[in-house]
Nanobody
Framework: QVQLVESGGGLVQPGGSLRLSCVASGSIRSIDYMGWYRQAPGKQRELVAT???????NYADSVKGRFTISRDNVKNTVYLQMNGLTPEDTAVYYC???????????????WGQGTLVTVSS
């Protein structure tokens, strides 16, 4: 089975920075897009940022200019550098990827378990 494991969440003060990582493991042939979503208390899960295999990125308006998504295709890892954090960024952040398993011919969507980011004084 293909799995995504996030790390890097924690408590940070407003204006601070945090870097999240997500590693894909298992029998993987290739990975198309990778991305980050978040779900704040009482809110629906929303897109934060995505990145395609060729490096094309997409960001939510709320994080544009503050967050940067990147990936390492050798390590099957996607990162989210978060700068200028505000309390409104507090949420569980989920890794997401479109993965082609080694024995498959179709891509499938895979989600990580989530990592909590808390922005507070």
């Amino acid at each position: 089975q293909v799995q995504l494991v996030e790390s890097g969440g924690g408590l940070v003060q407003p204006g601070g920075s945090l870097r999240l990582s997500c590693v894909a493991s298992g029998s993987i042939r290739s990975i198309d897009y990778m991305g980050w979503y978040r779900q704040a208390p009482g809110k629906q899960r929303e897109l934060v940022a995505t990145i395609t295999n060729d490096g094309s990125t997409n960001y939510a308006d709320s994080v544009k200019g503050r967050f940067t998504i990147s990936r390492d295709n050798v390590k099957n890892t996607v990162y989210l550098q978060m700068n200028g954090l505000t309390p409104e960024d507090t949420a569980v952040y989920y890794c997401n990827a479109n993965v082609l398993a080694s024995t498959r011919t179709r891509y499938l969507e895979v989600w990580g378990q989530g990592t909590l980011v808390t922005v507070s004084s």
